[in-house]
């Protein structure tokens, strides 16, 4: 499986900028899909980013032109620059990644980590 460690968040003003690190350990070569999710407070996680093995990326509606997730193979890491934050981001952020790997398909998660943006 692999292991997820996130880092970079923290508390923003409104019009800021963070960004998002996520270091993947175990067995990289079977991912996928890496992304990223959010969880705000009282509602549902919910997909933000998310970069195929392939170089394909999807945004949700609410961050695109705002946020960019890349990816760098050779760290073994994803990033999520984000940009122009408002108040509605503020939510605990979750690195994922899937693997389709026949026979033995799995998802991990990081274990979160908090942005905030208050004036």
């Known amino acids: 499986q692999v292991q997820l460690v996130e880092s970079g968040g923290g508390l923003v003003q409104p019009g800021g900028s963070l960004r998002l690190s996520c270091v993947a350990s175990?067995?990289?070569?079977?991912?996928?899909?890496m992304g990223w999710y959010r969880e705000a407070h009282g509602k549902q996680r919910e997909l933000v980013a998310v970069?195929?093995?392939?170089?394909?990326?999807q945004y949700a509606d609410s961050v695109k032109g705002r946020f960019t997730i890349s990816r760098d193979n050779a760290k073994n890491t994803i990033y999520l620059q984000m940009n122009s934050l408002k108040l509605e981001d503020t939510a605990v952020y979750y690195c994922n990644v899937e693997s389709f790997y026949p026979g033995d398909p799995f998802t991990s998660w990081g274990q979160g980590i908090q942005v905030t943006v208050a004036s």
């Open positions: 970069h195929s093995s392939t170089g394909v990326t």
């Open positions: 175990g067995t990289i070569s079977r991912i996928n899909v």
